[in-house]
């Protein structure tokens, strides 16, 4: 069979190679006229979070770009050992009466003793993290494609030179190329947008240099045959109970331009190839039974459309999302010509890299486009990119921070579609949900507490000291209500309102009257996951209306009512929400000036803890803002203070955002620099100087995890646009070091799409796009020449500071300074 090839725009080093120039290359010739949206190693990878990872929102692949042997990582987003099961405890809400007794006493070690018996999931729960051979199950890596090279004389396979890999983000391709010999090889790998498969290219420089054996690999649970030319891995996963659960195949095939195919038992080949495409399909009968069907199918199909015709449409497919929003901060062109760990590492100790934050933002992007896709699931603690069967915290959803991270980057950064795995997976968790909520606390509507996997889970972990947190559902709606401010979609609001509405229901019946102030809480609770030094001098972290469970509720009672206005319906629930509401407690300033995290003023057991739980008021959430609450804006400040600059990956890139609602720039990119911060260790650690990145741009909790990424990504957005506090503001944390820049395709809440550009701080041109009719109020510094609205000049009405403008659809509002 023959094929096509356009070439892509590429290394220019292999052209160089092809034009037989023999100068020393280096990444340095990666010349500066192009915006290099890359990430560039000189080596193969020696460690997984040196490979670079593509994927198509299903399946994923991360190659090393190995020389002898090329290991490629396979993943498919719904691959989970496991099965649905009952964790709930039916007998659990009769202890209730007894541990809220226990907490209006004061004695919160006494009744977190007693929930680990009385209130606690039924059976192993999430297997303390490990839960991969219990019913919970884990994330697993699908398994490895290994590729073993054979090259013309043999020649010694370390002597290898000008070697170079790469992964450019803005049309999702790889590319590695090195010289063996007289020999230039070059090879290509995507995770089609548009077939569906995993494609890698391999070619060299002369003919008939192409020749290498495909095996699949796995620790466990598979079975490996050939069918026909095919090399096929399938088997089952564990469902926690001894049995078989979800099944998977992996399917590899080769198509050649020359050679003669090799074939083995569990092995398939080519020799002496000119090129050669390794064609990859992999599939689950996640709500597929007909998937090794599908599996097949989706070979044939690709394999006929040609790789240049694939290649073409996948950049297009992948690229209607990618090339929505652009961020452009200024360069560093001496750095584009490092390595992507070299250039972390210079950033470190000087910064002075603003290419290097365009790259981290597009990377963000970039991971979201890669690891969800409208129909399947939202992006897990990995993304979609897992190496080992026990994932880390089972690769599941967390949901007392990290899944919601994951999505931040979502709505800002025009990919507001993404969001809807994760809104079609809160509205997955209603029905078991509701039995959770009957089970634990007699309540009607629907709880699900800090963990869930792709089965439903809503129980509460198996440690009440984090697994109690039951407010997760709320956080989940908070998502769901975000999504329809920044769409402006009425017909979507309509269609998730049972879904808010019935959250809201359960903590209308959940919440009880404390006895010292007579507030409406929830009880028992966490304030995820820090604990407190009690008066009896024991620690705690069981408690009752924690400052994050006060900001939720109040937040969610807002928003029902809300949408029950817009939609006409439910005035007496909305009434009843209103007025629960005004019950709460209110924030608290504590003994340091700090905002409280809990009703008390304890000391907290870790005040450098990585979670900032009580300031999900700043930042998700908007009831803390340094016009609207001056006073909470600066307990928070005094709170970010205390817990330091430190902490795990997703922390700092939490903070980022804190400080950007804060408007204070400066400390917003000093903690952005936290995060980058290179790290090369990949055990766990918890501890204030643990987090960074990895030489792959991957952020490193550690062990890696991706929320950071996605939150340092919002983070960079959140300086420069917002629109949470009923206006939009231009570059509310502008730091010292972006002092001249621009973006474009930014989203603001009423659905606008905001391009913007300034120098020396000051903005230059603003213009916001209507996708829908829709007020839009603007926070703008004074002085600006020209208001026009599609390029007519206007006066707008001004209310104080602020400008408002009723825009119809697609209507263009514009500001020169
Ligand atoms: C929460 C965090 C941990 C980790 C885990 C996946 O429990 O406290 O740091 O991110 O989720």
Redesign the pocket.
């Known amino acids: 069979m023959t094929f096509n090839f356009s070439r892509p725009t590429w290394l220019s080093s292999l052209l160089l190679f092809t034009l037989g120039v023999t100068c020393t290359l280096s990444v340095d010739a990666q010349t500066a006229e192009s915006r290099p949206l890359a990430i560039v190693m000189d080596r193969p990878a020696k460690a997984w979070v040196e490979t670079l990872p593509l994927g198509n929102g299903r399946i994923g692949i991360m190659p090393d770009g190995g020389i002898a042997r090329e290991t490629v990582v396979l993943n498919e987003i719904s691959l989970w050992s496991g099965a649905p099961q009952d964790a709930d405890n039916p007998a659990a809400y009769e202890s209730l009466d007894k541990i809220r007794q226990l907490l209006f006493e004061g004695k919160n070690d006494e009744a977190q003793d007693l929930m680990y018996s009385t209130f606690v999931c039924k059976g192993a729960g999430s297997g303390l993290g490990s839960g991969k051979d219990v019913p919970y199950g884990s994330y697993q890596m699908l398994g490895l494609l290994n590729i073993d090279y054979t090259y013309a004389g043999r020649p010694d396979t370390a002597a290898y030179s000008h070697y170079q890999r790469k992964l450019q983000m803005d049309n999702a391709l790889s590319e590695c190329g090195f010289q063996l010999g007289e020999v230039n090889y070059h090879r290509e790998y995507l995770t089609s947008f548009s077939d569906d498969v995993a494609i890698i290219r391999l070619t060299a420089n002369k003919g008939r240099h192409i020749s290498f054996k495909l095996t699949f690999d796995r620790p466990e649970r598979m079975a490996v045959s050939v069918e026909e030319n095919d090399l096929v891995m399938q088997g089952a996963m564990n469902n926690g109970s001894g049995g078989d659960g979800m099944h998977y195949m992996a399917r590899a095939t080769i198509v050649s331009k020359g050679g003669k195919r090799i074939a083995g038992e569990q092995m398939v080949g080519i020799e002496n190839a000119d090129e050669a495409l390794i064609y990859l399909s992999m599939t689950t009968d996640y709500k597929n039974p007909r998937h090794t069907f599908t599996n097949r199918s989706l070979l044939v199909k690709a394999i006929k459309s040609g790789y240049s015709r694939s290649l073409l449409s996948h950049e297009r497919q992948f690229g209607a999302w990618f090339n929505r929003a652009t961020l452009d901060l200024g360069r560093n062109i001496e750095r584009e010509g490092l390595t992507t760990n070299r250039r972390l590492t210079e950033f470190a100790k000087s910064g002075n890299d603003n290419g290097l934050i365009e790259l981290y933002f597009q990377y963000g992007r970039y991971l979201l486009i890669c690891s969800t896709r409208p129909g399947l699931l939202p992006p897990n ?1 990995q993304g979609l990119w897992a190496n080992t069967l026990q994932t880390p ?1 089972n690769g599941d959803y ?1 949901m ?1 921070i ?1 899944l919601q991270m994951n999505l931040w980057p979502a709505e800002v950064t025009n990919l507001s579609e993404l969001h809807s795995p994760l809104i079609e997976l809160t509205k997955s968790l209603v029905e078991p949900g509701r039995k959770s909520a009957k089970a634990f606390y007699n309540a009607n509507g629907w709880v699900t507490h800090i963990l869930t996997n792709i089965w439903g889970y809503t129980s509460p972990g198996e440690h009440p000291s ?1 697994g109690a947190t039951n407010t997760a559902g709320a956080w989940m709606c908070q998502h769901l209500w975000e999504h329809y401010l920044f769409t402006n979609d009425t017909a979507y609001l309509r269609s998730v309102y049972p879904v808010l509405k019935e959250s809201a229901l359960f903590f209308s019946e959940m919440l009880v009257k404390e006895p010292q102030h007579g507030w409406l809480v929830t009880a028992p609770t966490t304030s995820p ?1 820090n604990s407190f030094i009690l008066p009896n001098g024991k620690t705690a972290a069981i408690c009752m209306g924690s400052t994050m469970d006060n900001q939720l509720v109040r937040e969610q009672f807002g928003y029902v009512a809300e949408a029950a206005r817009i939609l006409n319906t439910d005035s007496d629930f909305a009434l009843k929400l209103q007025q629960l509401s005004a019950q709460l407690p209110p924030h608290q300033i504590g003994k340091y000036g700090q905002l409280q995290e809990w009703l008390d003023d304890y000391q907290e057991a870790e005040p450098q803890h ?2 900032v739980s009580q300031l999900y008021g700043l930042h998700p959430g908007n009831q803390i803002t340094p016009e609207g609450t001056p006073e909470l804006a600066q307990a928070a400040r005094v709170t970010l203070d205390r817990r330091g600059d430190g902490g ?1 990956g ?1 922390s700092r890139a939490w903070k980022v955002n804190h400080w950007a609602r804060l408007a204070d720039g400066n400390r917003a990119y000093k903690l952005l620099s936290q995060l980058l911060v290179p790290v090369a260790t990949d055990g766990y650690d ?1 501890g204030p100087q643990a987090g960074g990145t990895y030489p792959n741009l991957f952020c490193a ?1 550690p062990p890696f ?1 991706i929320d950071g990424n996605f939150g340092g990504c919002a983070g960079i957005a959140e300086m420069l646009l917002q629109s949470h506090a009923g206006y939009i503001e231009l570059l509310p944390a502008l730091p010292d070091a972006w002092a001249t820049g621009s973006f474009s395709g930014f989203k603001v809440r009423g659905n606008g799409v905001v391009d913007a550009s300034w120098e020396n701080k000051s903005l230059k041109q603003v213009k916001l796009t209507a996708q829908s009719h829709s007020l839009f109020r603007f926070k703008f510094p004074v002085g600006a020449k020209t208001v026009l609205v599609n390029g007519k000049p206007i006066s707008l009405p001004s209310k104080g500071d602020m400008l408002e403008a009723e825009l119809n659809k697609d209507d263009i509002l514009e500001l020169n300074w």
Do not use: A, D, G
Request: glycine content about 0%; cysteine-free.
């Open positions: 603690l915290w967390h007392n990290n984090w996951e990585r979670h795990t997703w918890y909790h995890q």
